[in-house]
């Protein structure tokens, strides 16, 4: 029972446009919302959350939207970078101090030179 | 390094062996998760731990997985009798605090399994 969904395994964007990466979840009682950036060989890295509260947060050039009703948030990144290829991973967590990280289970971004 | 910090970074076991995974967590850190990433899947949460206490294991194997995080040192994951369905990345992250959603991650071990 996967609770946090990423439909798109992949996407290709060409440098200086927009990606936008979906993610979907299930349970309702999900608080908060995070992205994470994973390149090859290495760990997770955080980029970048949205509470419940908040339909829209911003960071530089990733802005993540959530659309409570539609249990829907995306992650769009302006203008895109090669750098920015790696595997993004969507996670939620609830609103408990012990409830744990779920992930969703990524998508590969690619950014065409 | 200030960071989390993984070893091995690759583990190479027969069927039937022990793994042991070891993570020293940020500095300060007293909170421990760690998440196992099959090839082609996403992170799959396995457990979170407290200094010396297990706070939800609720993704961990019934059998033959089990994790500590001991008032000193690092937090270990242990696999006994290793099978191929084992042979994963594994992934520990911390945290300082309760309710803190931003983890740190490690880079993992890749364990082979043959």
């Known amino acids: 029972d996967q609770q946090v969904k990423q439909n798109s395994p992949s996407l290709s964007v060409q440098e200086g446009r927009i990606s936008i990466l979906n993610c979907d979840y299930t349970?309702?009682?999900?608080?908060?919302f995070l992205w994470y950036k994973k390149y090859p060989a290495e760990g997770p890295t955080f980029l970048i959350s949205i509470s419940s509260i908040k339909d829209k947060n911003e960071d530089g050039r990733f802005t993540v939207f959530l659309n409570k009703s539609a249990k829907h948030l995306s992650l769009h990144i302006v203008p895109s970078q090669p750098g920015d290829s790696a595997v993004y991973f969507c996670a939620a967590s609830g609103k408990t101090s012990y409830d744990k990280v779920i992930f969703g289970p990524g998508t590969s971004l690619s950014v065409i030179p | 390094n200030a960071g989390v910090m993984q070893n091995p970074r690759h583990l190479v076991r027969r069927r039937g062996q022990e793994a042991r995974l070891r993570c020293s967590p940020v500095?300060?850190?007293?909170?421990v998760y760690w998440y196992r990433q099959l090839p082609e899947e996403g992170l799959k949460f396995m457990v979170y731990?407290?200094?010396?206490?297990?706070?939800?294991e609720s993704g961990m194997p019934k059998e033959r997985f089990s994790a500590e995080f001991p008032k000193e040192g690092p937090s270990i994951l242990r696999i006994q009798q290793v099978v191929r369905g084992d042979s994963a990345a594994y992934f520990c992250?911390?945290?300082?605090?309760?309710?803190?959603?931003?983890?740190?991650f490690g880079s993992g071990t890749q364990l082979s399994v043959l």
């Open positions: 349970n309702s009682m999900f608080d908060y």
């Open positions: 731990l407290q200094k010396e206490n297990i706070i939800d």
């Open positions: 500095k300060g850190h007293s909170h």
């Open positions: 992250a911390s945290s300082p605090m309760r309710g803190t959603e931003k983890l740190f």
